[in-house]
């Protein structure tokens, strides 16, 4: 009988989080989840997750929980946004988040390197390009980190994908469009504001990422011509329109 593998999932309570975790845990897999509140906990023994209540900045802490997953796969699925979006929250979460992705990333990184991890494969976005030709690709430029708007979150975003592009591992960076679905705020896509991606086709591309690819960087979002998947659909057989059973 083979012995079981094991994923480590950085931010498992998260919308995207819930939806891999019950994924992989049907797969077959051991997941190992992460979370802040242990008020979740509970429902992540219902998914059939071994909790660890953790904060991505104590770095101490985060090396300990990886070391003693022993993970094949460490997957960052952090973020620090409000249910929703709510705009009257977001000034100050989209500081948060550009903190999370360069701080926590690089605490992350760490771990999964030290605990002898094969493979990372994190979360990014596939709405903060430059404006050019489209359909914009991984090569495509990031929007100007001076930006008045998005500059910081582009610059945060270029950190986070550039920490997993040199860490020493196979590093595969998913660049998701605004996600909808269940657990995001969000019933239908928001296609006026970004290409988007529904939570259960996010998550399945993480779950493809586990074994299929080499280390990169893919556009993960519905068909839009603003941003092109192609890469991730031919890599890795992804397909927009995977819904969980």
């Not at 819930?18 to 051991?30: A, C, F, P, T």
């Not at 620090?80 to 926590?104: F, K, S």
């Not at 690709?137 to 100007?144: A, C, D, F, H, R």
């Not at 591309?205 to 280390?215: E, H, Q, V």
Request: hydrophobic share 40%.
């Amino acid at each position: 009988m083979c012995e079981q593998k094991t994923v480590f999932i950085a931010g498992a309570s998260g919308a995207i989080g819930r939806q891999l975790s019950k994924i992989l845990v049907n797969d077959g897999w051991r997941v190992v989840g992460t979370t802040r509140t242990a008020g979740k906990t509970a429902m992540m023994k219902e998914l059939g997750v071994e909790p660890v209540i953790v904060d991505v900045f104590d770095e101490n802490k985060l090396a300990q929980a990886v070391r003693e997953a022993q993970p094949e796969v460490v997957i960052h699925q952090l973020t620090d946004l409000p249910y929703g979006l709510d705009p009257e929250l977001m000034e100050a979460a989209l500081v948060r988040n550009a903190i999370l992705r360069e701080v926590g990333t690089r605490n992350l990184v760490a771990a999964a390197c030290a605990a002898g991890a094969k493979r990372l494969i994190a979360q990014s976005i596939a709405f903060v390009f430059e404006p050019g030709p489209t359909p914009f690709t991984e090569e495509s430029p990031l929007l100007n980190f001076e930006d008045p708007g998005y500059g910081p979150t582009s610059r945060a975003v270029a950190n986070l994908e550039q920490q997993v592009m040199d860490a020493p591992l196979d590093g595969l960076v998913l660049r998701y469009g605004l996600i909808y679905g269940p657990g995001t705020g969000f019933d239908s896509p928001l296609t006026e504001i970004a290409a988007t991606v529904h939570v259960d086709a996010a998550a399945h591309a993480a779950r493809l990422a586990i074994t299929n690819g080499t280390r990169g960087i893919y556009n993960v979002t519905d068909p839009d011509e603003r941003v092109s998947s192609r890469k991730a659909e031919e890599t890795f057989g992804w397909t927009a329109d995977f819904r969980a059973s």
